[in-house]
């Protein structure tokens, strides 16, 4: 994840075709397509969008992507600075490549649910309206707001450890985040049915991007809680562990 203090520590190995070497910040403009002044108002915006909710948000240009595609090299910075916590897996990087004419939103997990396929399709509109006539720190600008909107109207803190502490909360509970172990007991048709280490159960609301899992499975996972009677979560990361 970005750290203020430690932004140039982790560095990410150019490709063969020469692209940049990249070094993780908040606003990395590879392709020089905005002034220093731009550039200072936005990491500005991003700073405290980070301070004020712990979600890691960063936006990087690149002249060109010659051999590859902008999904693989958005994948791969994402990866490389590990935006997000483990707990959230809450990272968001939007990407602008100049020459391909090309915007890219990379998010984990944890977010693809506040930020759907149709939502990122509509913020890359907004801000390729605005890359198209060479306005890029308006058409930035108009894309992170929205985004800071939307991932900044949910509780991203892990505020619960076990099911009995959620259940105790009751209605207050809904929308925290849950970091729980269980074991897979059963399936429901789109949910997994788990039972926390006290037998106390919990459906879990899968994301399509999960591996699928068997009742072999142990599950240590970070959650949204979305219901409490039955208590049901979205699953924000999922870690799945050997089988005994």
């Keep these: 994840m970005i750290r203020p ?7 990410l190995a150019a490709c063969e075709a020469h692209e940049p070497v990249l070094s993780p910040d908040w ?7 905005l002034t220093a002044e731009q550039e200072s108002e936005l990491i500005a915006l991003l ?18 992507l010659p051999g590859r595609t902008i999904e693989a090299y ?20 939007v990407m602008l490549a100049l020459e391909e004419r090309q ?8 977010i693809n649910w506040q930020i759907p396929q149709p939502v990122v399709d509509s913020l890359i ?51 925290g985040i849950a970091s729980l172990e269980v074991e897979i007991t059963g399936f429901d048709d789109d949910r997994v049915i788990t039972a926390d280490p006290e037998g106390q159960t919990v459906w879990l609301q899968m994301p399509v991007s999960v591996p699928l899992l068997s009742v072999d499975d142990l599950l240590g996972l970070h959650g949204r809680v979305v219901s409490i009677s039955p208590l049901e979560l979205q699953v924000l990361g999922l870690e799945v562990d050997e089988p005994l």
């Design 103 to 110: 915007v890219y939103i990379a998010r984990g997990m944890g």
């Design 125 to 175: 509109t907004v801000m390729a309206s605005e890359f198209g006539e060479a306005r890029y720190a308006a058409g930035f600008e108009a894309g992170l707001r929205r985004i800071m909107e939307i991932a900044g109207s949910v509780p991203w803190t892990t505020d619960y450890l076990s099911v009995a502490e959620i259940r105790a909360d009751g209605k207050a509970a809904l929308a």
């Design 47 to 64: 700073l405290n969008f980070h301070e004020q909710t712990q979600v890691e948000l960063a936006a990087v240009t690149v002249a060109g």
């Design 27 to 33: 606003i990395v403009d590879s392709a020089d397509l």
């Design 74 to 93: 958005a994948a791969e910075l994402f990866d490389n600075w590990e935006l997000g916590t483990l707990q959230t897996n809450n990272g968001i990087l």
């Design 5 to 11: 203090a430690c932004l140039g520590l982790l560095l």
